[in-house]
């Protein structure tokens, strides 16, 4: 990547978290073969949009992270609220990520 593309692009990335109001969390798929497209967060994020809020989806179950870097992608992006969605199944993951998240801010 040349310099003025890196540098155009650090300020872009700058420029956007700024802007994020909302990040949406899709927990980690407790099945490998199974990983279904979140469509509430989907339809959610496609009405805040259309309110006037930048919203950014993070799919666990497609790109998977260590608690560490979802932490860090967090801090990179500095949303103003953070929503995770939650099955029965994803209550340990979404408590572990909630609790290390308000600790770190």
Do not use: W
Request: charged share 25%; hydrophobic share 40%.
């Amino acid at each position: 990547m040349c310099l003025i593309c890196y540098e155009n692009f650090k300020s872009f990335k700058k420029l956007i978290s700024k802007m994020i109001d909302l990040l949406l969390i899709n927990p980690p798929s407790t099945t490998v073969q199974n990983n279904p497209i979140p469509f509430g967060l989907a339809y959610l994020a496609g009405y805040l949009k259309k309110e006037g809020f930048f919203v950014k989806i993070l799919d666990l179950s497609i790109e998977r992270k260590k608690d560490e870097e979802i932490l860090d992608y967090i801090k990179e992006l500095k949303p103003k609220k953070v929503g995770i969605s939650c099955m029965s199944v994803h209550v340990p993951f979404v408590c572990r990520i909630s609790k290390k998240n308000k600790n770190t801010i």
